[in-house]
Nanobody, 124 residues
Framework: QVQLVESGGGSVQAGGSLRLACGKSGVRATYCMAWFRQAPGKQRERVASIYIGGSSTYYADSVKGRFTISQDNVKNTLYLQMNSLKPEDTAMYYC??????????????????WGQGTQVTVSS
């Protein structure tokens, strides 16, 4: 099993920065690790993902150039550095893990493990 716990969310002014962290524990190896977000009334979307070893990364067009995904395998932690935050970034951010050795995907249903989320609020 895999357990994921997010932290680092909060409220910031537009243009500010936050770094989210996702602590991972459990006995199963993970392949794709991703950050999703969901705002009230909107569908859940993949913000960024990284494949095991950091060989491949993905960013949604809306965050490209502003967000950076990274992982620390010693600490078993996934990070999302968010810079130049905009009000439209306001959402609940979730960490997700896929334990199947396949490429990262946009489909949330293929991620078998999820954290409980951390709220990010950006004020104008």
């Amino acid at each position: 099993q895999v357990q994921l716990v997010e932290s680092g969310g909060g409220s910031v002014q537009a243009g500010g920065s936050l770094r989210l962290a996702c602590g991972k524990s459990g006995v199963r190896a993970t392949y794709c690790m991703a950050w999703f977000r969901q705002a009230p009334g909107k569908q859940r979307e993949r913000v960024a993902s990284i494949y095991i070893g950091g060989s491949s990364t993905y960013y949604a067009d809306s965050v490209k150039g502003r967000f950076t995904i990274s992982q620390d395998n010693v600490k078993n932690t996934l990070y999302l550095q968010m810079n130049s935050l905009k009000p439209e970034d306001t959402a609940m951010y979730y960490c997700a893990a896929d334990v199947v050795p396949r490429a990262c995907t946009n489909y949330a249903a293929l991620f078998g493990y999820w954290g409980q989320g951390t709220q990010v609020t950006v004020s104008s």
